[in-house]
């Protein structure tokens, strides 16, 4: 189970932190990611981290300003999100599974709007 929150609105280059708790699964063995989706948009993923080593990958549109990291101990992957622009207005979504950007798993939605 995945339960995501930490959405809200802010305004653009605002930060926000997403907190993605995990639950019933192997959480070292598992690769936790995060995906968007914007209205008249296909999901995309933003970025994915491996829980036993920490690598980790972004999506080129928010590289730079977005950081994922994982909490083993607490068992949450965490997306800090700094520089906020409008563009990133989107429902985020936490995955989790195997292989990069894991779809095996998802977590309910938490809205982010970013207003200009």
């Known amino acids: 189970q995945l339960q995501a929150f930490g959405g809200g609105l802010v305004q653009a280059g605002g930060s926000l932190r997403l907190s993605c708790a995990v639950s019933g699964l192997t959480f070292g063995n598992s690769a936790i990611a995060w995906f968007r989706q914007a209205p008249g948009k296909e999901r995309e993923g933003v970025a994915c981290?491996?829980?036993?080593?920490?690598?980790?990958v972004y999506s080129d549109s928010v590289k730079g300003r977005f950081t994922i990291a994982s909490d083993n101990a607490k068992n949450t992957v965490y997306l800090q999100m700094n520089s906020l622009k409008s563009e990133d207005t989107a429902v985020y979504y936490c995955?989790?599974?195997?292989?990069?950007?894991?779809?095996?798993?998802w977590g309910q939605g938490t809205q982010v709007t970013v207003s200009s």
């Open positions: 981290i491996v829980s036993d080593n920490d690598d980790t």
């Open positions: 995955s989790a599974g195997r292989g990069s950007y894991p779809t095996q798993f």
